[in-house]
């Protein structure tokens, strides 16, 4: 089978290659990948900016049906339609995986980046990480359900978004856009979304067309003010970061109101943010981090999208086949993408 393959250590090595198919063992099924997102640790993976064990197939956003079945499975049958969690090589026995948080067990090692992962045409998953979705949803909309669960976790099960909520949502990517779509479906009464000059375009005019509340370029038009002119003096009650950008990042502490939430989602690539402390002490505010999934976000993301609540396969601009993921890799890098979903 043709996949796409980070073959070796380094900046680029990726390639589409002839690999072998795969053969389910004990409790896994064998799934054909019908679709597959790429997200920004494909691209951190193609740089050598994010761990990886190569030779590795690359891809964890992915939707698909089952073709067979390896011994002791009990709870999925053939032809059933899935979508998977990649937190595939979990131990089960720490302290985190024994109280439910398997995402982030540090013997964890993701398809895509720790095993062969979706960006192909066959894939072997254990199913006790599988979750299935309903006839009603294509397989494109499908493979968005994994970013999608990301930010149900963070927004809605660990920031607690709550209906009549004010929400700041700072980075219009394709997280910033589930994030603001999340909100919404949680119940917030007002979603603002804020970018950059270089989101000028494409993220926010899609963030118009999502029908986000208060749309705004940073450089233009000054976000505190705005937020506090639309919530009489009183701040909001959630601001999301998406943008991992230090000063942003800062900045958060005077968009809040005192007993506000900071939601911290984008990643700063290291960077070092220089944050106001004592003013966030002082405003008694939460913040909450979140990393990858919980099992639950799963299947609240898969309602929430099947029941229209969250309209996620309007953040996907490119489908296109497997054969043109260099330049699927180019446009998002150039942000002339958004969300991109290969067909193996």
């Known amino acids: 089978m043709i996949a796409l393959v980070k073959t070796q250590k380094g900046e680029g090595f990726v390639e589409l290659k002839e690999m072998p198919e795969p053969t389910p063992g004990p409790g896994q099924v064998l799934i054909e990948v019908k679709a597959a ?3 920004g640790t494909d691209i951190h993976v193609k740089h050598d900016s994010f761990p990886y064990w190569p030779p590795v197939i690359l891809g964890h956003e992915f939707s698909g049906q089952i073709v067979g ?6 709870y999925y049958k ?8 990649p937190h595939n090589k979990h131990c089960g026995v720490c302290y985190l995986c024994r109280t ?3 995402q982030i067990c540090p013997e964890k090692r993701s398809i895509g980046w720790g095993i062969d992962g979706c960006m192909t045409k066959y894939l072997v998953m254990p199913e006790q990480l599988l979750h299935r979705i309903p006839d009603s949803m294509d397989y494109d909309t499908a493979a968005v359900i994994e970013p999608t669960a990301n930010v149900v976790h963070d927004v809605i099960e660990r920031a607690r978004v709550m209906p009549g909520d004010f929400v700041v949502v700072i980075g219009p990517g394709p997280i910033g856009l589930l994030a603001g779509l999340a909100a919404k479906a949680a119940g917030a009464r007002h979603v603002v979304m804020a970018g ?3 989101d000028e375009g494409l993220r926010l005019d899609k963030a118009r067309e999502l029908g986000f509340d208060t749309v705004l370029n940073v450089a233009k038009e000054n976000l505190v003010d705005t937020v506090m002119s639309l919530t009489n003096g009183i701040g909001a009650d ?9 000063a942003a990042i800062a900045g958060t502490v005077d968009l809040l109101r005192k007993k506000g939430t900071i939601c911290a989602v984008g990643l700063t690539g290291g960077r070092t943010v220089n944050f106001p402390w004592e003013k966030a002490s002082f405003k008694a505010l939460d913040i909450v981090f979140g ?3 919980s099992y639950t976000s799963w299947n609240r993301a898969i309602a929430l999208v099947a029941t229209g609540l969250m309209p996620v396969d309007k953040v996907i601009s490119h489908r296109l086949p497997l054969t043109e993921w260099e330049h699927a890799f180019a446009e998002l890098e150039a942000q002339r993408a958004l969300k991109v979903v290969l067909h193996p």
């Open 37 to 39: 997102g790429i997200c």
């Open 69 to 74: 079945l390896g011994p002791d499975c009990k």
């Open 78 to 85: 053939v032809g059933e339609r899935v979508v998977g969690e």
């Open 100 to 102: 439910g948080n398997v």
């Open 196 to 198: 950059a000059p270089p």
């Open 238 to 246: 959630l601001v999301v970061d998406c943008s991992g950008a230090p």
């Open 291 to 293: 990393m990858s999934t």
